[in-house]
């Protein structure tokens, strides 16, 4: 059995997300120091955020909801990349991580923001499956 490197993406994508998401509600200690405190209510956020996150995550499995959970899922990345910047700019409070890892994470940051793009929304789809949209011309 061939394994298809856009199914072992998609898991890993997956797998990845609805863990950072569980982790906001096992361990949200991190999350609240980082935001920005022009943000109002940091706990409703970061429980936003991580719902969002476990939400994106099981919906870029499933063909019916792959290309909704995505734009989810780059929205979230663009709206959340602010508190990352602000834990570069400022560091992060009570969380012991050298400064230029704090910076790495901005583009790894963007590097997820383009991998959510690329094997959920362009890479080739096969007509079998629902998410895929015929041109009708």
């Known amino acids: 059995m061939k394994i298809n ?3 072992v993406w998609l898991w890993l994508l997956a797998l990845f ?3 950072a998401g569980v982790n906001h509600f096992v361990n949200p200690g991190p999350y609240l120091s980082m935001m920005p405190r022009s943000l109002p ?3 409703l956020l970061v429980q936003i955020s991580g719902i969002a996150e476990i939400l994106g995550g099981v919906g870029i499995l499933l063909p019916i909801t792959r290309r909704m959970a995505a ?3 780059i929205v979230l990345l ?3 990349f602010p ?4 834990v570069a700019l400022n560091g992060w409070p009570n969380v012991n991580i050298p400064a230029w890892a704090l910076w790495l994470r901005l583009p790894v940051q963007l590097l997820l923001l383009w991998s959510v793009h690329r094997i959920c929304l ?3 789809k ?3 499956d629902p998410s895929f949209r015929r041109s009708t011309s």
């Open 5 to 7: 490197s856009r199914f």
């Open 17 to 19: 997300f609805i863990a």
């Open 41 to 43: 209510r940091p706990g």
């Open 71 to 73: 734009w989810g899922l």
């Open 78 to 80: 663009v709206a959340v």
């Open 83 to 86: 508190a990352n910047l602000n």
């Open 122 to 124: 362009y890479y080739p």
């Open 126 to 128: 096969k007509a079998d």
